[in-house]
């Protein structure tokens, strides 16, 4: 999701190209306040990510890396809620568009894009299945519970692992 040009490490460019395709996507120019805070907070996430993820030091994260990084997290309890929380939180700050204090279809398909991915039929019943209260939105609860299903979850039918899109063939 993060590696935005493809070639399979993450490095501050993709983090640049993802913050830029947030920007654009939620109407701010290039060079704008607004553009510029967006990609501050991405590089900021990105050099919290390279702190502790880039084992080999070389400024990049491959991805036995990125694995080797969320293989420890996902081991530790309080690790792993310190990321799933960081993670849900830039969500809402970049996607909760209304700041309704959740995510609306509309919310989470922009947030899609952004990262990339290609558009599904199976989105409505995918969004249907996350929101748990079926208010039409996603909680801040819910949102979690998605991505620890898709951090911890290898079972291809649970919702939470189409949250970020269709799952790639095997």
Known sequence: ??????????ERDDYELLAH????????????????????RYLTQFERYKAVADFSRDGR????????????VIADGDAFSHVVSSTV???????????????????V?????AF???????????????????????????VRAAIEVFFRSDEPSEPGNHFFGPLAPP
């Open 1 to 10: 999701l993060y590696d935005q040009d493809h070639n399979g490490v993450l």
């Open 21 to 40: 395709a947030v920007a654009t996507g939620r109407g701010h120019a290039p060079g704008s306040d607004a553009h510029e805070a967006i990609t501050r």
């Open 61 to 72: 994260i491959a991805i036995d890396e990125w694995i080797d990084f969320f293989e420890i």
């Open 89 to 107: 939180d830039l969500m809402f700050e970049m996607f909760d568009v209304d700041e309704s204090t959740t995510l609306e279809p509309s919310e």
């Open 109 to 113: 398909l922009a947030l899609r894009r």
């Open 116 to 142: 990339g991915v290609r558009e599904d039929e199976g989105f409505s019943a995918t969004f249907a299945a996350l929101d748990t209260n079926g208010d039409g939105a996603l909680s801040g609860a819910e």
